[in-house]
């Protein structure tokens, strides 16, 4: 087993254990079905456990369904598509009452680079998603976008500013949406520390968050009104872990029209 692999193995069973922490402060709703683009992704894997954990009827969209099979288990519904092909993602999408993608590209050029993945494959689900009737959008994108100038640009392909312009495409879809923006993401089990929301986008330095709080947010977000329409900064930051989603969503500004 890949390294990566055994990190997030030990990650899927810390939130599995601490779904409860979610659980105990979440919305009264009713579970749905979630469509997880990105799902066998280290972040996506994690979306995937929670959303289980938590009652979700889960589905993926995944470009290779062995692999898929192998790493998210027998519980989950695949359908197979490319985000670079709309006409592949039809029938994911239809019964889907929300969608949650944690898509990224995986190099700086070729077929993967960020402006097909991060811009036209985020606003190709977007797309479908509207076409569909989801209720929700959740986008996993990055802390930064607004700054053209952050190093990332030039080492990985612009993948900041094509980011934002995946954003753009999320908030003129339609569909009401929860965009997060996390810091840089680490492998650890999260739920120990809060999770401090932001907005604005300001450049603080470097700042972390676990990518099972991300997912946790991410999840989170499905159950509350006041998520959408939000776009939002997170960050791990110190203090209890007394994280009542309800009254940091609420404290957001909504996004403008």
């Known amino acids: 087993m890949h390294p990566s692999t055994r990190n997030v193995a030990k990650l899927l069973a810390g939130i599995l254990l601490a779904a409860a922490c979610v659980a105990g402060n979440a919305a009264d709703h009713a579970r749905g079905s979630v469509l997880v683009a990105g799902a066998t992704g280290q972040t996506g894997r994690l979306i995937v456990a929670g959303l289980m ?11 290779d ?22 006409a592949s993602l039809t029938t994911a999408f239809a019964g889907a009452d929300a969608v949650i993608s944690a898509i990224g590209a995986k190099a700086a050029k070729g077929p ?14 977007a797309d479908a998603a509207a076409a569909a009737g989801a209720r929700q959008f959740v986008l ?28 753009n495409a999320v ?18 089990a999260g739920a120990a520390k809060n999770i401090k929301f932001e907005q ?21 977000s499905l159950g509350y009104p006041e998520a959408r329409n939000r776009t939002f900064e997170i960050s791990t930051a110190d203090g209890p ?17």
């Open 241 to 257: 872990a007394a994280n009542n989603w309800r009254t940091k969503f609420a404290a957001l500004k909504a996004d403008p029209k």
């Open 65 to 86: 369904e062995a692999t898929a099979r192998e790493l998210l288990g027998d519980r989950v519904k695949l359908f197979q598509g490319d985000v670079k092909e709309p």
């Open 140 to 167: 996993v994108s990055s802390r930064s976008v607004t700054h053209t100038d952050n190093p990332l640009n030039k080492m990985f392909g612009n993948v900041l500013i094509w980011k934002l312009k995946g954003e």
């Open 112 to 125: 993967d680079r960020p402006e097909l993945i991060d811009f036209q494959g985020v606003k190709n689900l």
């Open 200 to 220: 604005g986008d300001v450049d603080t330095g470097s700042t972390r968050i676990a990518r099972a709080d991300l997912a946790r947010v991410c999840i989170a």
């Open 171 to 188: 908030r003129t879809s339609g569909v009401p949406y929860t965009i997060v923006r996390p810091g840089g993401l680490i492998n650890d």
């Open 53 to 63: 954990a938590e009652g979700y009827t889960v589905r993926a969209l995944v470009r």
